[in-house]
């Protein structure tokens, strides 16, 4: 019975066993999460994990039993992925985002989010100059859909309508507000995926949406209703304009590193740069949230310019403050 | 009548080989998908690419899917709308319309949070999401890269929806390219990328899960006795030859075995014993054969195929 002797055959029937534990561990957590496991099991992984690629080393060197070492091979990548996945839980995930990544997410990217501002300002002041001056343009800047007859040719009587809500009929905020926010956040992820085409349709597309705003404002400004429109716009504009801003700045980064990779290979930098703006497209979607809520009902329930200026006022303090002030370092373990 | 069973056999071990190989076995076909990943303990996992067939598959089931939940969810809003006599409208309409936001931006990036890093469409196709570098996949790597189908899926989508001749040919053309472009994307980089894969510094990779099935020495133990191999018998084949065997014996199908034991006696002059089946025979070369390369290898010496004279 030499073929007993097989070195090969011996090695296997001494460990299976721990391969096969290991295995119905990796089930579990298939089938649930890792919370499936006891604590004795959770200690258990990393050793067993350490017990089936030293198994594979050897069974590469020594075994000529090809499904074997592809078993193992299966089987160690499998552990692999759960020793080394990811292991925080959400809430720590979560915190984690809003306490530091967020904000310095923002920090790294204060060039882009310099130019996406500048972009934006040029395109309000144009649109402002050029409406101001001769009020066809404001058809050449907005759409007909979204002027919702808040053109040049309506009477003041009718736009200053258009910034109050008299009805008094306050039911489809919470629909106001949802459809606000889910449609913001398309088109912000929307202008942030753009920036991949080198950086253009995202810039173009920032400078647009300044022509939008500057057109609408020109129009409320032709018929002295500047300050009441500002009122109106503020309240939420000024959350849900920086948003955008910073969508364009994520567009903008992963476009110019795409472009110029700097000192990193090409795909090194796009990996970068992609993990840091996709961590602020995440903030972005959050921002759009609470500009969806403060337009769709703030804007409805608060019809005192002062009290909407009040709020944009606190909005425009708050944000810059959460994602630039420096903070303290944290301490390292 | 040799020649013409030389070449029977020679193309029946062919489709054998041909067949391990599409099994994932014979490791010639797929070099060009296996990439190292060296865990931190220094073993080199030699992971396998997604092809670009399964990844397709994959995001079909997953579309799919998603279709299939947004049909069914509208109709069960629609049901409670009715059953509300349209008081909850606008409750409905919201949670409806969340719904629907969740259902197109979340869907891939929730499943791929998970520790399988797959969706259900990736996962009935053996694929996951792994970090290219080898270390943790992250949140903001699995948001860039599904942010990024915003251009490569839903824009085409979209384009193919709206598009009932409002705009110009060639503004379609200039469309259509550039959904080209995305769409086959991955086709053309030699690591399968899709443009989030490239922005997020993520590949998608095999994790085929494998039964540990018997060794084959063990299952054809108790007839081996009457088999005496000498060396010269040995001598005859390498590693390749004895995997293309190992893939025969576990499919065990009756004409195969037939052709390769003939071919392998006709090769190392064997004599059958009037009542030796052919199975047996080659369950028992195989087991010799093994026993030899092992113990060869265990010197160092690894005898690739039968040219290698080594």
Not at chain 1, 82 to 102: D, I, K, N
Not at chain 2, 221 to 242: C, I, M, N, W
Not at chain 2, 254 to 273: D, E, F, H, P
Request: net charge positive.
């Amino acid at each position: 019975m030499a073929q007993l002797h097989l070195k090969s055959y011996r090695f296997r029937a001494e460990r299976e066993e721990d391969w096969r534990r290991l295995e119905t561990l990796l089930a579990k957590i298939g089938k649930g999460s890792a919370r499936a496991l006891s604590d004795e099991e959770l200690l258990a992984m990393p050793v067993l994990y350490r017990q089936a690629l030293s198994s594979l080393s050897v069974a590469r060197a020594t075994s000529l039993d090809q499904s074997l070492v592809d078993y193992l091979e299966s089987l160690s990548t499998r552990a692999y992925f759960f020793v080394y996945g990811a292991r925080s839980s959400l809430a720590e995930r979560v915190g984690g985002f809003f306490a530091r990544e967020w904000p310095a997410a923002a920090q790294g990217l204060w060039r882009e989010t310099l130019a996406s501002f500048a972009l934006t300002l040029v395109g309000v002041l144009a649109a402002y100059f050029l409406t101001l001056h001769d009020p066809d343009w404001f058809g050449a800047f907005v759409p007909d859909g979204l002027a919702d007859g808040r053109g040049p040719a309506a009477s003041a009587e009718a736009l200053r309508a258009t910034l109050y809500d008299k009805g008094g009929d306050r039911s489809g905020l919470s629909i106001f507000a949802a459809f606000l926010f889910t449609h913001n956040s398309g088109v912000a992820i929307f202008a942030f995926a753009l920036g991949f085409a080198f950086c253009l349709p995202t810039a173009m597309l920032m400078a647009y949406n300044g022509c939008m705003l500057g057109a609408f404002l020109a129009t409320f400004a032709m018929r002295g209703l500047a300050f009441e429109a500002g009122g109106w716009l503020a309240i939420h504009g000024v959350t849900e304009i920086s948003a955008v801003i910073l969508a364009g700045a994520a567009g903008l980064r992963i476009g110019w590193t795409l472009a110029f990779p700097g000192d990193l290979s090409r795909p090194e930098a796009m990996a970068q740069a992609g993990r840091q703006s996709a961590t602020l497209m995440a903030g972005v979607v959050v921002m759009l949230f609470c500009a969806g809520v403060l337009e769709g009902v703030g804007r409805q329930v608060i019809q005192n310019d002062f009290a909407r200026y009040g709020v944009a006022l606190v909005t425009l303090v708050l944000w810059p403050a959460y994602l630039y002030l420096p903070r303290r370092a944290k301490a390292v373990p | 009548m040799i020649a013409g069973r030389k070449r029977k056999a020679k193309a029946a071990a062919a489709a054998a080989a041909a067949a391990a190989a599409a099994a994932g076995g014979a490791p010639a076909s797929e070099d060009r998908q296996a990439r190292s990943l060296v865990t931190p303990e220094g073993v080199d996992l030699k992971l396998r690419l997604g092809e670009a067939g399964e990844r397709a598959t994959a995001l079909l089931i997953d579309l799919a899917i998603m279709v299939g939940v947004l049909v069914g969810f509208s109709l069960l809003t629609l049901l409670a709308f009715l059953g509300s006599k349209g008081k909850g409208g606008e409750v409905i309409a919201t949670i409806w319309m969340l719904a629907f936001f969740v259902l197109r931006n979340l869907y891939f990036i929730l499943f791929e949070l998970t520790p399988g890093a797959a969706t259900p469409g990736k996962r009935a196709m053996g694929l996951r999401v792994a970090a290219r570098n080898g270390g943790r996949l992250t949140a903001d790597a699995i948001f860039a890269r599904n942010a990024m189908r915003e251009i490569e899926l839903y824009l085409p989508m979209g384009f193919l929806i709206a598009n009932n001749g409002q705009v110009g040919a060639w503004i379609s053309l200039a469309g259509l390219v550039w959904c080209g472009v995305f769409l086959l994307f991955p086709l053309f980089n030699r690591d399968r990328l899709r443009v989030g894969d490239l922005v997020a510094g993520t590949w998608v990779v095999k994790t085929p899960t494998r039964k540990l099935v018997p060794d084959l020495v063990q299952s054809s133990r108790p007839s081996h006795g009457r088999f005496a191999f000498t060396q010269a018998h040995l001598d005859a084949y390498g590693v390749k030859e004895l995997h293309v065997l190992e893939d025969v014996l576990r499919r065990y199908e009756t004409k195969t075995i037939a052709l390769v034991a003939a071919r392998i006696r006709q090769k190392i002059g064997w004599k059958a014993a009037p009542d030796e089946s052919d199975g047996d025979f080659l369950a028992a070369y195989y087991a010799a054969l093994r026993g030899r390369l092992e113990s060869r290898l265990l010197l160092g010496k690894r005898r690739k195929d039968k040219h290698d004279k080594g």
